[in-house]
């Protein structure tokens, strides 16, 4: 069982910046392939970015790349998402996810957590 707790998430304004943080727990949590979605109201939830469990290959939506950047400090067995040059929509819920297989599917991932709420005012 992996548990995924996150963080971070607040209102701000376009061209702000944000980081959520995931804290995960769990004897094998350092092993997954960790990812974040998020989910617009009305919408599906979509992938925003992924990364390796050795955390040198990511993985970005085409909408957030150069802006999004997803890292992971395993010793704290942690990972971040960096947002900068926030749009209004960005505004979404954003949830982290595990998983040991693929990662820009949703039905990939085993774990996740409760999602924390983002929101960009124009």
């Known amino acids: 069982q992996v548990q995924l707790v996150e963080s971070g998430g607040g209102l701000v304004q376009a061209g702000d910046s944000l980081r959520l943080s995931c804290a995960a727990s769990?004897?094998?949590?350092?092993?997954?392939?960790m990812g974040w979605f998020r989910q617009a109201p009305g919408k599906e939830r979509e992938f925003v970015s992924a990364?390796?469990?050795?955390?040198?290959?990511?993985y970005y939506a085409d909408s957030v790349k150069g802006r999004f950047t997803i890292s992971r400090d395993n010793a704290k067995n942690t990972v971040y998402l960096q947002m900068n040059s926030l749009k209004p929509e960005d505004t979404a819920v954003y949830y982290c996810?595990?998983?040991?297989?693929?990662?820009?599917?949703?039905?990939?991932?085993?774990?996740w957590g409760q999602g924390t709420q983002v929101t960009v005012s124009s």
């Open positions: 990364i390796e469990w050795s955390g040198f290959t990511t």
């Open positions: 769990g004897r094998t949590a350092s092993s997954h392939r």
């Open positions: 996810a595990a998983t040991l297989r693929g990662v820009r599917s949703r039905d990939s991932y085993d774990y």
